[in-house]
């Protein structure tokens, strides 16, 4: 996505956050983004609709205000999805979404980190790293799982541009590059 689009997705999530925040539906706001996007994910068809503009647009309308109503979804976010069909932004929408979701969780003190482990990991190992990580960082910490069998043990944290590598592989690279060396 350009520069641009970005920062135009990031303006519009900035203007709904604001207005969700002076309702405290911050959280609900953005449950109901996130559920109309992966609606679009999950329907081609509803994709298609959204965000071709060869529909007309009253029909692209009505079937956002069907949706919005099925789903129960607060005026904000069924007004919000009208306007980006409006303004011909509906393309913008997961980008928006993103944008929403990160001021929402900058807001929240919260943290979304993924975790590489190469087996499935246990709850009890589950719930020991969370209450580590939220206590390093004074943070909700909210892991993101995924399995990787070539790590062959050990895990690898990504928080933000920060990278724990403590997988088996990685110290078995590091091992090979310092014998390397002393030869």
Known sequence: ??????????????????LSSSE???ELVGSELQQFVNLLEESSELNNVFTNPVFVQEQR???????????NFHKHTRNFLLLLL???RASLLPQI??????LSDLQAKRLHVKVTTAAEPTPE?????KQKLSKQTNQEV??????DASLLGGTIVQMG???????????????????????
């Not at 689009?5 to 990031?10: D, F, G, P, T, V």
């Open 1 to 18: 996505m350009k520069q641009e689009q970005k920062a135009l997705a990031h303006r519009y999530a900035q203007a709904l956050f604001e």
């Open 24 to 26: 405290n539906q911050v």
């Open 61 to 71: 309308k009505v079937v956002v205000q069907d949706v919005a109503q099925k789903g």
């Open 86 to 88: 409006d303004k011909k």
């Open 97 to 102: 979404q993103k944008s929403y979701q990160e």
């Open 125 to 129: 190992f589950i719930e020991e790293l």
């Open 142 to 147: 909210v892991l993101h799982f995924e399995v």
């Open 161 to 183: 541009d920060s990278m724990l590598d403590g997988s088996v592989l990685a110290q078995l690279t590091s091992m090979k590059e310092q014998l390397l060396h002393q030869v």
